[in-house]
């Protein structure tokens, strides 16, 4: 069975940077597409970063040229690297893996069948 395990969360000021972790055991990394999701407080989860098993990626729109995802198969890690951070990038972050790209929506969380824990994420002005 798939386990993640997020970390890096923090409180940080408007125009910091945090970089997040997501450790992944009980399958095969190389072969799992992954994704960074955030839920706000009382709003919807939503997809921020996928990170497909041929080194492509998406992002959403909101975070293009503030975000990077990487992943690190060596070392079994999905990173996202936040930079400019804003008030509004407040949220629950969590990492998803799923097996299989059927259907595309990179970014669509219905794809997901494993999901981590999250990390609380707090941006203030």
């Known amino acids: 069975q798939v386990h993640l395990v997020e970390s890096g969360g923090d409180s940080v000021q408007a125009g910091g940077s945090l970089r997040l972790s997501c450790v992944v055991s009980?399958?095969?990394?190389?072969?799992?597409?992954m994704a960074w999701f955030r839920q706000p407080p009382g709003k919807e989860r939503e997809g921020v970063a996928f990170?497909?098993?041929?080194?492509?990626?998406t992002y959403a729109d909101s975070v293009k040229g503030r975000f990077t995802i990487s992943r690190d198969n060596a070392e079994n890690t999905l990173y996202l690297q936040m930079d400019s951070l804003k008030p509004e990038d407040t949220a629950i972050y969590y990492c998803?893996?799923?097996?299989?790209?059927?259907?595309?929506?990179?970014?669509?969380?219905?794809?997901?069948?494993?999901w981590g824990q999250g990390t609380q994420v707090t941006v203030s002005s």
């Open positions: 009980g399958y095969t990394y190389s072969r799992l597409h």
């Open positions: 998803a893996a799923r097996m299989e790209m059927w259907g595309g929506l990179p970014l669509a969380a219905s794809r997901y069948t494993n």
């Open positions: 990170a497909g098993i041929d080194g492509s990626t």
